[in-house]
């Protein structure tokens, strides 16, 4: 039985048992499993893969025998077997082994992330890219590809374009360009001339050809305004909104008649003080016409006047509401809305928000940011309508303007690439000057030469009229309330605007206010900025200024402190003259004395002179410039007088710490009754008695030239001799920081000094300042000379006999400026040294000769479990907040920790020392912002390294900056 079976099997053939899997020996045992031919051994691993290999092989090389055709359909075959994990298999296999090479990026990108790519194509090469499909098509005429393009030009779409609308801003472009006057560049330097060289005189045949060219370019705006017409009275482009069937014409859905845009966009409402009588309601709905005075101050004032007597709390009053569903933007009006743009470096900058009229948009910005970041916020607060003007409120002084932390705009730096390019663009957002476009500066431009000069190529580069304070006055921002360049009101603008075009901005009691006490409230907003900062992270900058600034104006009430100077003159007399009276009723003897002051003053001033700038009765805080000349032209004379007042009460101030202070302690020295010694009197007080007796010489000598004062008149050899003596304030300034520590020290070792400075501190006689502040009014009085000096020899014609002498001084004086400048920052780096060291807890000693701290950091340190993982894939895990405190050459990282008071919102923030690197062996290099990590950035040390991040991405590229700058700088001064 056994023969007949290894001879001839039933149905096993030959060749199947010649296999490797067939073992005659082992036939017996495995006879139930290997009975067909197609039998699979089960039982057993080793033989299964082995019989599977042999059957792969078998079918590859038969594969490898048929023919094309054969073989794609053995693979469809395959294909339509396996299942979908099995297909993606194959679908990346393939992938990865013929990768694709042409692919459409807009089938394959996100959409937005298509439309930023084209965002870098010119005009014609976008023209192209919609020629190359439907769906490019669609792409390449989404507004938000041409829209940024018109405004940047000025061309404006006269209408709102509809939801469905599509194309409109292309179309426009398209309109406005085929209409344009192009010009070669030797014909623009003809026409209009160039900045560095004036246009000359015209021949007779070229003349007749600009006649020519006039007419020609009248055509063409004609046909311009004809077009325009046709296109805002037309239908838009692509939509699909069907007109409504009426009487009388039909108008286009969400569109009305008259041409005004509602909206109904989220906005901030602040509560305003005097919101207007509650009659002058304005009712859209109803159609009532309002007349020309009736600003959108008024409608805006009028809306919301039943929501201002509910919310009259301080930071609690600022909600953040929606706008109303009918409520007219003021960017939508017929006039064009005012711009302003504020600086946060200034001081105290949330009072100007605080003030700033409903009718003008602010513009809070950065002063660390960039041009093109500012000109970005410009572009999305007009929202596409051009401004009537554009103000600027920024620190500088009267020859450049610092509009930035690291740009400086002046007369040398005008025509640099960056602010040309800025420049051109800003102007291309604001109205005409027909029209009563132009931009006003803040700054005392109109003081100086270079200034002026800049102010010329500022309106030669944008076309615009451009005005500035001539800086005849006194004081900290005293010169904003002065006369300016051009004090004319604009074309388009109400009469009933102020004359002053500070006051088209800003309301004048709070400018007012501003300008008098901006950096006494500059010193508690620090600690307001500080206590506030964390509740007020959701809101922006804007509006947590203007919310500090509502504090401030409303709670501590700054226009009833201020009293004016008239009237403070006034009661000093009377009380004066009251105390060698023997009077028993003393209030009516001080009504009497009142009355007959004020009709002397009247009668001073004679007819026809207002010195104090009332109007129907109102009294200002302020008399800028008291006396000022009737001759528009005389400002030399303005500039004199408001020289000789301002010296007046300078030494008025200065004769007050010796009346007030000096004279009574030593009297109490001389009578055995010391207060203070001798020596802390001779430091603390002498060095201001030779400063008097040098400016009263110098009073005696001003007034003696402006007894008889006339056109040949000549100050400036008065200048001149008292800067020869400047040695006196170089003494004096070399003391100063002696003299603030000796008064300090005695204030809290000396009890009697302590009470006698609570009772002369702060009195009408000492013009209700500290002799701390007393002591500081010969650092401003210098930039008070500079300003006028200035003012003074712009309008001294250079043939005069003054000039030169006006001149020297104002060269001394400038220098002597740079050294006030020299001792300020020195003992600004050696006080924030001081707060640091005291700030860090465990941090060795900083303070070294030239060491100053350039800037902080708030930041998050983070830690990678695997350092192998490429960054793109690398995960982070928050270690602890850190604070970078940087220094000229040395950077300190700290542990930051945050304390917060039980049942209060307060919390006070702690710093550990937790490592110091010098720049010189430290290198940084950015991460590349990851789903795992975001704005952060790597500090390798010699021996360590670190990985931090910041809370935002300015934040992150601003620290950057600024540490590559300073790690350079230390590399250099290491070599």
């Given at each position: 039985m056994e023969a007949s079976l290894t001879s001839a099997p039933h149905s096993v053939k030959r060749w199947q048992l010649s296999g490797t899997d067939y073992e005659p020996q082992q036939a017996g045992a495995l006879l139930s499993d290997t009975r067909f031919s197609s039998w699979t051994p089960l039982n057993n691993k080793r033989i299964n893969l082995q019989l599977f290999e042999e059957r792969v092989n078998l079918v590859l090389h038969w594969f490898d025998l048929w023919t094309d055709r054969q073989r794609k359909h053995l693979l469809h075959s395959l294909l339509t077997r396996c299942t979908k994990s099995q297909l993606r298999y194959c679908r990346d296999l393939l992938i990865e082994t013929v990768p694709v090479t042409k692919v459409d990026l807009t089938s394959v990108l996100p959409r937005f992330l298509s439309l930023y790519v084209m965002s870098f194509l010119s005009p014609r090469d976008l023209c192209k890219a919609a020629q190359v499909s439907w769906h490019w098509r669609v792409l390449a005429e989404q507004d938000c590809l041409w829209a940024g393009r018109c405004i940047r030009r000025g061309w404006f779409l006269p209408y709102t374009p509809g939801e469905k609308e599509f194309g409109a801003w292309k179309s426009h472009y398209v309109s406005c360009l085929s209409t344009l006057d192009w010009l070669t560049p030797r014909e623009a330097a003809e026409m209009y001339g160039t900045l560095n060289q004036?246009?000359?005189?015209?021949?007779?045949?070229?003349?007749?050809?600009?006649?020519?060219?006039?007419?020609?370019?009248?055509?063409?705006?004609?046909?311009?305004?004809?077009?325009?017409?046709?296109?805002?009275?037309?239908?838009?482009?692509?939509?699909?909104?069907?007109?409504?069937?009426?009487?009388?014409?039909?108008?286009?859905?969400?569109?009305?008649?008259?041409?005004?845009?509602?909206?109904?966009?989220?906005?901030?409402?602040?509560?305003?003080?005097?919101?207007?009588?509650?009659?002058?309601?304005?009712?859209?709905?109803?159609?009532?016409?309002?007349?020309?005075?009736?600003?959108?101050?008024?409608?805006?004032?009028?809306?919301?006047?039943?929501?201002?007597r509910k919310i009259r709390g301080a930071l609690s009053s600022f909600i953040y509401r929606p706008a109303q569903p009918h409520t007219v933007s003021p960017l939508h009006l017929s006039a064009p809305a005012l711009l302003l743009l504020i600086s946060n470096r200034i001081p105290a900058y949330e009072l100007v928000l605080s003030g700033v009229k409903p009718s003008v948009t602010a513009v809070l910005y950065d002063h660390r940011g960039t041009l093109s970041s500012l000109l970005t916020q410009v572009e999305r607060a007009i929202s596409g309508k051009p401004a009537q003007r554009i103000g600027l409120l920024a620190c500088g002084g009267t020859q450049d303007i610092h509009l930035l932390h690291n740009s400086s705009l002046s007369e040398k730096t005008l025509l640099t690439p960056d602010h040309r390019e800025f420049w051109e663009k800003l102007c291309g957002m604001v109205a005409p000057t027909e029209e009563g476009g132009g931009i006003d500066i803040f700054c005392p431009l109109a003081a100086s030469a270079s200034g002026v000069t800049l102010l010329q190529n500022l309106s030669t580069l944008t076309g615009l009229e451009v005005r500035a304070p001539v800086g005849v006055a006194t004081g900290n921002f005293q010169n904003i309330l002065s006369e300016w360049s051009d004090g004319n009101v604009p074309t388009g603008l109400s009469e009933n605007q102020p004359a002053l075009p500070a006051l088209q901005y800003v309301c004048e009691a709070v400018l007012q206010g501003w300008c008098a006490q901006a950096h006494w409230m500059e010193e508690a907003l620090v600690e307001l900025r500080s206590t506030l900062g964390l509740q007020l992270q959701w809101t922006s900058l804007q509006a947590r200024g203007r919310a500090l600034g509502y504090f401030l104006w409303e709670r501590i009430r700054l226009d009833e402190i201020c009293v004016s100077r008239d009237l403070s003159e006034a009661l000093i007399e009377g009380l004066t003259a009251l105390t060698r009276e023997e009077e028993t009723r003393p209030v009516e003897f001080l009504s009497i004395f009142l009355k007959n002051w004020n009709e002397e003053k009247k009668g001073q001033e004679g007819n026809g002179q207002d010195s104090s700038g009332a109007d129907g009765g109102s009294q200002t805080c302020f008399n800028v410039i008291p006396d000022l000349p009737q001759m528009v032209l005389d400002w030399r004379?303005?500039?004199?007088?408001?020289?000789?007042?301002?010296?007046?009460?300078?030494?008025?101030?200065?004769?007050?710490?010796?009346?007030?202070?000096?004279?009574?302690?030593?009297?109490?020295?001389?009578?055995?009754?010391?207060?203070?010694?001798?020596?802390?009197?001779?430091?603390?007080?002498?060095?201001?008695?030779?400063?008097?007796?040098?400016?009263?010489?110098?009073?005696?000598?001003?007034?003696?030239?402006?007894?008889?004062?006339?056109?040949?008149?000549?100050?400036?050899?008065?200048?001149?001799?008292?800067?020869?003596?400047?040695?006196?304030?170089?003494?004096?300034?070399?003391?100063?920081?002696?003299?603030?520590?000796?008064?300090?020290?005695?204030?809290?070792?000396?009890?009697?000094?302590?009470?006698?400075?609570?009772?002369?501190?702060?009195?009408?006689?000492?013009?209700?300042?500290?002799?701390?502040?007393?002591?500081?009014?010969?650092?401003?009085?210098?930039?008070?000379?500079?300003?006028?000096?200035?003012?003074?020899?712009?309008?001294?014609?250079?043939?005069?006999?003054?000039?030169?002498?006006?001149?020297?001084?104002?060269?001394?004086?400038?220098?002597?400026?740079?050294?006030?400048?020299?001792?300020?920052?020195?003992?600004?780096?050696?006080?924030?040294?001081?707060?640091?060291?005291?700030?860090?807890?465990?941090?060795?000693?900083?303070?070294?000769?030239?060491?100053?701290?350039?800037?902080?950091?708030?930041?998050?340190?983070?830690?990678?479990?695997?350092?192998?993982?490429?960054?793109?894939?690398?995960?982070?895990?928050?270690?602890?907040?850190?604070?970078?405190?940087?220094?000229?050459?040395?950077?300190?990282?700290?542990?930051?920790?945050?304390?917060?008071?039980?049942?209060?919102?307060?919390?006070?923030?702690?710093?550990?020392?937790?490592?110091?690197?010098?720049?010189?062996?430290?290198?940084?290099?950015?991460?590349?912002?990851?789903?795992?990590?975001?704005?952060?950035?790597?500090?390798?040390?010699?021996?360590?390294?670190?990985?931090?991040?910041?809370?935002?991405?300015?934040?992150?590229?601003?620290?950057?900056?600024?540490?590559?700058?300073?790690?350079?700088?230390?590399?250099?001064?290491?070599?």
């Open positions: 004036q246009s000359t005189g015209m021949t007779e045949e070229e003349e007749e050809r600009r006649r020519e060219k006039r007419i020609r370019q009248q055509i063409r705006e004609k046909l311009r305004e004809e077009k325009r017409l046709s296109v805002s009275a037309r239908k838009p482009w692509g939509s699909y909104t069907k007109p409504e069937i009426a009487s009388g014409g039909g108008t286009q859905k969400g569109r009305p008649k008259s041409g005004l845009t509602f909206v109904s966009q989220p906005s901030l409402s602040w509560p305003l003080r005097s919101v207007g009588s509650s009659s002058h309601s304005l009712s859209l709905e109803r159609g009532q016409p309002t007349t020309a005075p009736q600003t959108w101050e008024r409608v805006q004032a009028c809306s919301i006047s039943s929501e201002t004379g303005a500039a004199a007088r408001e020289l000789h007042h301002s010296e007046c009460l300078y030494l008025g101030k200065l004769s007050a710490v010796l009346k007030v202070y000096k004279e009574p302690l030593t009297a109490a020295l001389n009578s055995n009754r010391a207060i203070l010694s001798y020596a802390d009197i001779h430091v603390v007080l002498s060095p201001v008695a030779q400063i008097l007796e040098l400016n009263r010489v110098f009073q005696a000598d001003l007034q003696v030239r402006l007894q008889q004062w006339g056109a040949e008149k000549c100050i400036g050899d008065v200048f001149v001799k008292f800067c020869s003596k400047l040695k006196v304030y170089t003494n004096y300034l070399n003391n100063y920081t002696t003299a603030i520590h000796t008064i300090d020290k005695c204030r809290e070792s000396k009890p009697s000094f302590r009470a006698f400075l609570k009772r002369s501190d702060r009195t009408l006689a000492t013009h209700m300042l500290s002799l701390q502040e007393l002591l500081l009014c010969p650092v401003w009085r210098m930039q008070e000379y500079v300003t006028l000096l200035q003012a003074l020899s712009l309008h001294t014609h250079p043939g005069h006999p003054d000039h030169a002498h006006l001149r020297s001084a104002l060269n001394t004086l400038l220098q002597f400026r740079e050294f006030i400048h020299k001792l300020k920052r020195t003992s600004e780096a050696d006080r924030l040294i001081e707060e640091t060291q005291r700030q860090i807890q465990g941090c060795p000693n900083l303070s070294e000769e030239n060491r100053q701290l350039i800037m902080t950091q708030d930041a998050a340190l983070h830690r990678s479990p695997d350092e192998q993982i490429p960054d793109s894939l690398k995960t982070y895990e928050h270690v602890c907040d850190v604070g970078l405190f940087l220094l000229n050459n040395a950077l300190v990282l700290t542990r930051q920790n945050v304390r917060h008071t039980p049942f209060m919102l307060a919390h006070q923030s702690t710093h550990t020392f937790l490592a110091s690197v010098a720049l010189t062996s430290l290198s940084v290099r950015e991460i590349r912002h990851t789903r795992y990590v975001s704005h952060a950035f790597v500090l390798e040390g010699p021996c360590h390294s670190w990985v931090c991040a910041t809370q935002r991405g300015e934040e992150r590229r601003h620290f950057l900056s600024v540490l590559r700058s300073a790690i350079e700088c230390a590399l250099a001064g290491h070599q």
